[in-house]
């Protein structure tokens, strides 16, 4: 077969995929944000089917014999082909060596998982979702050891998130943050005890809330043509294409926070996803570089943008405007030292940037255990519980607000925490390298993003999935991941509290 | 094969068929309700290659040999099953004659021929959408043609949406309405001039009016964990399956009878997807009997209750406090009054019973002309508003309020409009049945629907698909479909507002 011809049909796969995974990505979006209560079990049962169809369509010799046949010729292809060979033929080693029934199954445990998680979570009930998330655990393991029986599966789990990482890599970055960061932690919550955050839970109207998280995309640039906010349980993003990405934000009247930072946290990931080259639009390398690098543009927008000085000092105006009750007696200084305020707390997501990697640390070391010992699902209250005494000095008053909390575990995504501490780390290292060459201080100051926004794009976000992290951190920085900046960053904003 | 194996192997294409109805559904849901705007060109694309896969999945000689066995031994089938084969084969001969690449075009010039339409809409820009609306005339007067080459191509598609009806039984219904209907018209317009109706255009609050729209379903007694109601351009119900049935209305803050009752309508369309017999859960025959009974359902609900002055004295005090200010000065009668108030109004889906027939005589006539004849799609506009002047003595100000008002011929549906007038004969014959054995009026007066919903479910909704329209209704009403009935009710009810 001709070369041209071999291109040809790798497109037609491409696009193949892409309506598949289309219509499946509309349907779970669907699932968690709009869909009656009750639709949860034909959902799961027409997801199985076609998931079920994708593998099938996927994994077969006509594939197969595709890729290899181009990768074979590799030298006649450009570079962005080549990379989607190489991408296509991970996923097909990955995915082939997964039997179908059990990735059919498999994905209906995702959704009746995510169901009973819900379920749970909103009654206290871990009962209830343990045997799901029994199941979850066994898949998961027994499909790493299907994919590859030398690795410890774990490792297999942290690769899929990270590529190239592995638990020692995880142990020496933590250790890093345990040497630099942790020391930090006490002294800071007991210095920080005196500010006032007492405004934070006055009723904010969810319309207004819902008016603000529309303004902050405003201020950040997104075009609304090309993306929308709903609402779900747990925030999260979905990447469509360059003309559709959703995320979604939870308004809690009594959280004002929430809502505003998780806005501006899916807000850094959907400007990820709208701004991926356009050659790489609907194919293998649309998604981002890693879940890490993926982190590290949200939590860009969230913290080094959103819990700046200087982003709250322009923001505050538009605030009071909304909430001219809520904040009468609240300064922008007040507001500031409120949403950095450093607490040994519950919840992940509503976590101040020092205390941060504890959280991950509980659930890195969960699910450690999980794969790496013999621990039975109904404890994991308890060991959950025992975490958060230990490293954080405070023990949840339910399951709903331990163990239950985050959606990761129903969904499968084992291995996904550690991305977070990764990219908190990630982005602070591209900030350091992007203020060489733009004043982001008094451009966030201005609530002027044309340059961050820029930079990011032009270094990270265009690149699509075409850099490892690796490679795109040295790319980027001229230098390997070093997460002394982070460490460096947070050292410098928690003594100026 | 033995019987009970062919039986399996339908079951199997049941469920393959319903888990791309049921993605590809929700995908078309998503796009009509909120989906960013510039998503439509990858939905399209995504949507077009899903069909051309649900078409290779089911145009094949597996399948054709499976329904041709199945109808071979119907005699070992019990009624069901036996119903199911023939639908599946009478679907069979209809995609079959289409050929697929033909089928996948049609299914992406939908998608932007609806994306055209909500510009051209929004702009009152026909010209921008006529080049759509032209290819999708072209497309199914050649599909028509493929399907039947004996019969006259606007028959193919009458009989589509009703089972059995051609342009001869339209003409005979629209005959007997001209006749016994038509000349009440001018007087009643004439004599309801006086009748107030400014308060209906008082600025109702959308998010109240969204409040009106829950209550008004919790009235008919739906269950909100097996359905949702959105936001559409256009209000429309999309029926997955019994526990998950959508449906959308529009809220206009200067026209609150509008969300009203398109919120009664898609509820009695709503509630008639959520009513089937489990047994047809997810099979071919889980729609309703046709379009004509679907809006027997929807019509029932929107006007033979809630435009009824028992329907509005039970609603009306939960409306003053709603919308205390905006009716402050307006009685129960008054509001009852203005709602069925006959005028010669531009819009279909807001018309008034009486006249309401005119509106699709109007669109009956252009559908049937522009298979029939030659006519330029460019001089729709035109045509339409001498119609309107005609029929209605009214001409609208523009495209928008005329030819573009009503999304079916953007997405093909050329032949359904009849249905709704005959879906009005249909309500209007099995409430006269109905009345036999439930207390109607009285019912209504207390707003309990029990019995009313109850006798709705068991003689109509439960059979989903089961039944032709006219089996249904000689079964229900032990005589042929009979248009007096529905003469008769609007004669009573215009004599007496």
């Given at each position: 077969m001709e070369i041209q011809e071999l291109i040809n049909k790798l497109n037609e796969l491409e696009q193949l995929q892409y309506a598949y995974r289309y219509a499946m990505g509309i349907t779970n979006f669907d699932g968690n944000t709009v869909a009656p209560k009750n639709s949860y079990k034909a959902r799961g049962q027409a997801m199985a089917i076609l998931s079920g169809e994708t593998y099938k369509k996927f994994i077969n010799e006509e594939v197969k014999e595709l890729l290899f046949s181009l990768k074979e010729n590799e030298k006649q292809l450009d570079f962005t082909t080549l990379r989607k060979v190489d991408e296509y033929i991970d996923e097909y080693e990955k995915t082939s060596k997964i039997p179908m029934n059990e990735f059919m199954e498999y994905t209906k445990l995702q959704s009746d998982s995510n169901h009973a998680w819900e379920q749970a979570k909103a009654n206290n009930d871990f009962k209830g979702f343990a045997p799901y998330l029994e199941k979850m655990f066994e898949f998961n393991k027994r499909f790493a050891n299907y994919r590859n029986p030398e690795k410890k599966p774990y490792n297999v789990h942290l690769d899929d998130f990270e590529?190239?990482?592995e638990m020692d890599d995880i142990d020496k970055f933590f250790n890093q943050l345990k040497k630099d960061v942790v020391p930090l932690i006490k002294d800071a919550v007991n210095e920080s005890k005196g500010i006032r955050e007492d405004f934070l839970e006055r009723p904010f109207p969810v319309d207004k809330q819902k008016e603000l998280s529309s303004l902050l995309t405003d201020v950040l640039k997104m075009d609304k043509d090309n993306f929308i906010i709903a609402e779900s349980e747990h925030p999260f993003t979905m990447g469509l294409n360059n003309f559709d990405v959703r995320f979604t934000t939870h308004y809690y009247e009594n959280m004002i926070a929430s809502s505003f930072y998780s806005t501006m946290h899916e807000a850094g990931h959907a400007i990820y996803g709208l701004n991926h080259d356009l050659k790489y639009n609907g194919t293998v390398l649309s998604g981002g570089a890693s879940n890490g690098v993926h982190e590290s543009q949200s939590r860009f927008y969230e913290n080094l943008v959103g819990r700046s000085k200087q982003f709250i000092n322009y923001i505050y105006p538009t605030m009071k405007n909304l909430f001219p009750d809520q904040l009468s007696d609240v300064s922008a200084n007040e507001f500031y030292r409120a949403v950095n305020k450093p607490k040994l707390s519950l919840i992940r997501i509503e976590a101040d940037e020092l205390t941060y990697s504890l959280h991950i640390m509980v659930r890195y070391e969960i699910e450690r255990m999980m794969f790496e010992e013999k621990v039975n699902v109904n404890d994991l209250p308890a060991i959950w519980n025992s975490k958060y005494e230990e490293y954080l000095g405070i023990t949840p008053p339910n399951d709903t607000k331990g163990v239950l909390q985050d959606v990761h575990w129903a969904f499968g995504?084992?291995?996904?925490?550690?991305s977070y501490a990764l990219g908190s780390a990630y982005a602070s290292q591209f900030l350091s390298k992007m203020k060489e060459t733009v004043s982001f201080d008094s451009d966030v100051a201005k609530g002027d993003f044309s340059n961050i926004n820029a930079w990011l794009k032009d270094n990270i976000q265009i690149h699509g999935a075409v850099y490892t992290p690796k490679q795109l951190i040295e790319r980027v920085c001229n230098e390997p991941f070093n997460p002394k900046y982070y460490a460096d960053y947070l050292k410098g904003k928690f003594s100026d509290l």
């Amino acid at each position: 077969m001709e070369i041209q011809e071999l291109i040809n049909k790798l497109n037609e796969l491409e696009q193949l995929q892409y309506a598949y995974r289309y219509a499946m990505g509309i349907t779970n979006f669907d699932g968690n944000t709009v869909a009656p209560k009750n639709s949860y079990k034909a959902r799961g049962q027409a997801m199985a089917i076609l998931s079920g169809e994708t593998y099938k369509k996927f994994i077969n010799e006509e594939v197969k014999e595709l890729l290899f046949s181009l990768k074979e010729n590799e030298k006649q292809l450009d570079f962005t082909t080549l990379r989607k060979v190489d991408e296509y033929i991970d996923e097909y080693e990955k995915t082939s060596k997964i039997p179908m029934n059990e990735f059919m199954e498999y994905t209906k445990l995702q959704s009746d998982s995510n169901h009973a998680w819900e379920q749970a979570k909103a009654n206290n009930d871990f009962k209830g979702f343990a045997p799901y998330l029994e199941k979850m655990f066994e898949f998961n393991k027994r499909f790493a050891n299907y994919r590859n029986p030398e690795k410890k599966p774990y490792n297999v789990h942290l690769d899929d998130f990270e590529k190239g990482m592995e638990m020692d890599d995880i142990d020496k970055f933590f250790n890093q943050l345990k040497k630099d960061v942790v020391p930090l932690i006490k002294d800071a919550v007991n210095e920080s005890k005196g500010i006032r955050e007492d405004f934070l839970e006055r009723p904010f109207p969810v319309d207004k809330q819902k008016e603000l998280s529309s303004l902050l995309t405003d201020v950040l640039k997104m075009d609304k043509d090309n993306f929308i906010i709903a609402e779900s349980e747990h925030p999260f993003t979905m990447g469509l294409n360059n003309f559709d990405v959703r995320f979604t934000t939870h308004y809690y009247e009594n959280m004002i926070a929430s809502s505003f930072y998780s806005t501006m946290h899916e807000a850094g990931h959907a400007i990820y996803g709208l701004n991926h080259d356009l050659k790489y639009n609907g194919t293998v390398l649309s998604g981002g570089a890693s879940n890490g690098v993926h982190e590290s543009q949200s939590r860009f927008y969230e913290n080094l943008v959103g819990r700046s000085k200087q982003f709250i000092n322009y923001i505050y105006p538009t605030m009071k405007n909304l909430f001219p009750d809520q904040l009468s007696d609240v300064s922008a200084n007040e507001f500031y030292r409120a949403v950095n305020k450093p607490k040994l707390s519950l919840i992940r997501i509503e976590a101040d940037e020092l205390t941060y990697s504890l959280h991950i640390m509980v659930r890195y070391e969960i699910e450690r255990m999980m794969f790496e010992e013999k621990v039975n699902v109904n404890d994991l209250p308890a060991i959950w519980n025992s975490k958060y005494e230990e490293y954080l000095g405070i023990t949840p008053p339910n399951d709903t607000k331990g163990v239950l909390q985050d959606v990761h575990w129903a969904f499968g995504l084992i291995g996904y925490f550690p991305s977070y501490a990764l990219g908190s780390a990630y982005a602070s290292q591209f900030l350091s390298k992007m203020k060489e060459t733009v004043s982001f201080d008094s451009d966030v100051a201005k609530g002027d993003f044309s340059n961050i926004n820029a930079w990011l794009k032009d270094n990270i976000q265009i690149h699509g999935a075409v850099y490892t992290p690796k490679q795109l951190i040295e790319r980027v920085c001229n230098e390997p991941f070093n997460p002394k900046y982070y460490a460096d960053y947070l050292k410098g904003k928690f003594s100026d509290l």
